[in-house]
């Protein structure tokens, strides 16, 4: 089968298209025929090397962590799944940048039926995040003002319309590019934060920051003083520095893989109740491309690629 491998850390020049293998379903596992994958922004701090101490791979690596598809094979021991079962799942070793890869079947769940299936592949990663920085770690409730900063991106997307589904008030942060797209997923409020500081937008403090992008420890003590005393600062990209004695806390987390929220996820986008935006679609055999893109930031929202 054709896989997009890594053989060292490096530029996006180091991802490859090999001809390899197809893998063998282990016990517990399924083979699944790879509808599509998604790019995430870890994907090039894993190529790069950065994320060695957090999220170690073994070189050559296969790249891709969000995988949609049909299962073709079942390993021994697998019960709760078929051969013709349309899944979708985040697969923790990588390998979804390629025709097939081998998941555990506990970590798969059902694809939404109401979109075309390669679509669901940009729901895992970025999905699972918008909904344990909503639900778990923001606690978002109904009627509270959520600030989500970094609205145009993968996760931002979801978030903003998980923060609306929780019955907030949403004020989303995105340029002239994203902003027809996040007001179309439920932003009350957009800033365009390339021509104004977001403060100057805002009249009056906010209950939650999401916080989804990459700060330098200043702008993100800025952000924390747009939340009201007893609000709070959730961050997927690394927690604010906290002054001693501030009314407002701030917590950083790392998304784990929760079938049990994936299958809420897709429950939401069979009732219609929040929907899957893609932005690009692009052939698998692209994929460095899109690093280069994404590392120039011209991608915004999910990029799907198609083996
Ligand atoms: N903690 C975890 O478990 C976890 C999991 C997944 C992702 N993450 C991290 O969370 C972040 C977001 O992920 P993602 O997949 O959503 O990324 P992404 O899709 O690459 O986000 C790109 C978007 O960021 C927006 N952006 C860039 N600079 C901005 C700024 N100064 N203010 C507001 N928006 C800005 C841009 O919006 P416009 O289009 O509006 O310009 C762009 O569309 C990444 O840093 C990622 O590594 C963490």
Redesign the pocket.
Known sequence: MRAMRIHRYGAASVIREEEVPRPAPGRGDVLIQVAATS????DV?LRRGLLRTVLPIDLPYTVGGDVAGTIVELGDDVHTLAVGDRVVGRVDNGGAAAEYVTAAADTLVAAPAAIPIAHAAAIP??G??AW?AVFEHAGVASGQRVLV?????????FAVQLAKHAGAHVIA???????DI?RQLGADETV???AMP?RDALDGPVDIILN????GGQ?ASALMSLVRPGGIVV???GAPTVPGGSPVAAV?????NDTGHLAALVKLIDTGAARVDI?STRPLVELAAVHLD?EA?R????TILVP
């Open positions: 790019f995430n922004p870890s701090g990663i970025a699972l995040t344990q900063n970094g609205a145009g991106g993968g996760v931002g997307g942060t995105a340029s002239s590019r994203s902003t996040v365009d934060y390339t977001v989804l992008v990459d700060l702008s961050s997927a990209t950083s987390f790392v998304a784990r932005a994404a930031g991608i915004r929202g999910k």
